[in-house]
């Protein structure tokens, strides 16, 4: 199961997912607002087992480490490519009035790797473009993907920050996401959940003009 909690001043869709069998579970992409993601763990009865991190910006991960030391559980992601922007978080903090905090993660994940959460296995995707170690995390079984700031309800990811790809997101987009099929719903980093099919039918940035 999947839970949307918004964190930090830029609304941002930290998640919770979570083994209905074992009542595991793990943030993706815990930024910060931590005694709200607390409550929802209270509230919901999960025992955390991980925080996942797709990618090094702030609202994303700021205080991904603060959470993971105070729980006791281990950081993974996103791909080491986004080390740089993990190094400057106390830095980018300081700049946007954010609490953030630099962090290792306990481990860097790779394209074709797994996450276990309890029972369910995650499968990592690494989709460089609007940073160059962004990763997303896919659970085939329930057709459900944590996209970060890949992909929006349409719209697409930004490219305009150092070592952003335009070209690159496009292409982690078309050859990396839309072959997990239509029927996947997504949350993204920020708005509503959608489905690829319905980006691939109607996304200004990414439609395919041969489709539906």
Same mark, same amino acid.
């Given at each position: 199961?999947?839970?949307?909690?918004? @964190?930090?001043?830029?609304?941002?869709?930290?998640?919770? *997912?979570?083994?209905?069998? =074992?009542?595991?579970?793990?943030?993706?992409?815990?930024?910060?607002?931590?005694?709200r993601?607390?409550?929802?763990?209270?509230? =919901?009865?999960?025992? *955390? #087992?991980?925080?996942? @991190?797709?990618?090094?910006?702030?609202d994303?991960?700021?205080?991904?480490?603060? *959470?993971?030391?105070?729980?006791?559980? /281990?950081?993974?992601?996103p791909?080491?490519?986004?080390?740089? %922007?993990?190094?400057?978080?106390?830095?980018?903090?300081?700049? %946007?009035?954010?609490p953030?905090?630099?962090? @290792? /993660?306990?481990? %860097?994940?790779?394209?074709?790797?797994?996450?276990?959460?309890?029972?369910?296995?995650?499968? @990592?995707?690494?989709?460089?473009?609007?940073?160059p170690?962004?990763?997303?995390?896919?659970?085939?079984?329930?057709? *459900?993907?944590?996209?970060?700031?890949v992909l929006?309800?349409?719209?697409?990811?930004?490219?305009?920050?150092?070592?952003?790809?335009?070209?690159?997101?496009?292409?982690?987009?078309?050859?990396?996401? %839309? /072959?997990?099929?239509?029927?996947?719903?997504?949350? /993204?980093?920020?708005?509503?959940?959608? =489905?690829?099919? #319905?980006?691939?039918? =109607?996304?200004?940035?990414?439609?395919?003009?041969?489709?539906?």
């Open positions: 199961r999947a839970g949307i909690i918004p @964190v930090t001043p830029l609304q941002q869709n930290c998640s919770l *997912l979570w083994c209905t069998k =074992t009542m595991r579970g793990a943030l993706v992409d815990p930024g910060g607002d931590l005694d993601l607390k409550l929802a763990l209270e509230k =919901t009865g999960v025992t *955390l #087992e991980k925080v996942l @991190v797709t990618h090094g910006h702030l994303h991960c700021g205080l991904a480490g603060e *959470l993971a030391a105070e729980m006791g559980v /281990p950081l993974e992601g791909h080491r490519d986004d080390l740089f %922007w993990i190094e400057q978080l106390d830095e980018d903090g300081g700049r %946007w009035g954010v953030a905090k630099s962090f @290792v /993660p306990d481990r %860097w994940l790779e394209d074709g790797d797994t996450v276990q959460v309890g029972d369910l296995t995650l499968d @990592v995707i690494h989709c460089p473009g609007h940073t170690g962004h990763v997303v995390f896919s659970h085939a079984p329930s057709r *459900l993907a944590v996209v970060g700031d929006f309800q349409g719209s697409i990811g930004r490219t305009d920050f150092p070592r952003g790809d335009h070209a690159q997101l496009l292409s982690s987009i078309r050859d990396k996401l %839309w /072959p997990l099929g239509d029927d996947v719903t997504f949350i /993204p980093g920020h708005g509503a959940n959608s =489905t690829f099919g #319905e980006e691939r039918r =109607t996304n200004p940035f990414v439609a395919d003009p041969r489709y539906g």
